[in-house]
């Protein structure tokens, strides 16, 4: 049986380097000797391996970047690839049924026109539909409640 490990300032400094040459749980707990529960659990644990998770982060970011600047093309294929460059779409927060079908219209045409891609459409269907579905369940759920009211009165 593995005996309590003590958390002192060169571990946590250690699960971060670990973490920022991108290990996972499993490697660190392996590496150090740490119980892959307690890398979980223990809050500085996991805050140290956050903090190394976003250093890789931004090392490959800064990488990808600077290989970018060196290829005009692959910068360009990442930009369309990203949708970096796709127009704001005219869509407001539903508040009823009507506005989320409005907004899936709004979306169809856009996707019809080629102003956005598939995948931007599928995800406001998916949201349209949703709301639809909720506010249709609510609406039949409050017309049960006011027929039954009238049942019970009689």
Do not use: W
Not at 111 to 128: C, K, M, P
């Amino acid at each position: 049986m593995r005996s309590k490990t003590v958390i002192t300032d060169e571990i946590i400094d250690e699960v971060e380097k670990l973490a920022s040459a991108g290990l996972n749980n499993i490697q660190i707990g392996k590496s150090l000797s740490i119980a892959v529960a307690t890398l979980s659990r223990n809050r500085q644990l996991n805050q140290s391996i956050q903090r190394g998770k976003l250093n890789l982060s931004k090392k490959i970011t800064e990488a990808v970047l600077d290989t970018l600047e060196a290829d005009p093309s692959m910068k360009q294929l990442l930009v369309k690839r990203l949708c970096l460059f796709n127009p704001v779409i005219d869509i407001v927060k539903p508040t009823n049924a009507k506005q989320a079908l409005h907004n899936l219209s709004t979306a169809t045409k856009l996707y019809a026109n080629g102003d956005i891609n598939e995948s931007q459409l599928r995800t406001i269907e998916a949201v349209s539909n949703s709301y639809v579905k909720g506010y249709d369940a609510t609406v039949l759920e409050d017309r049960l409640s006011k027929l039954e009211e009238v049942i019970n009165e009689r």
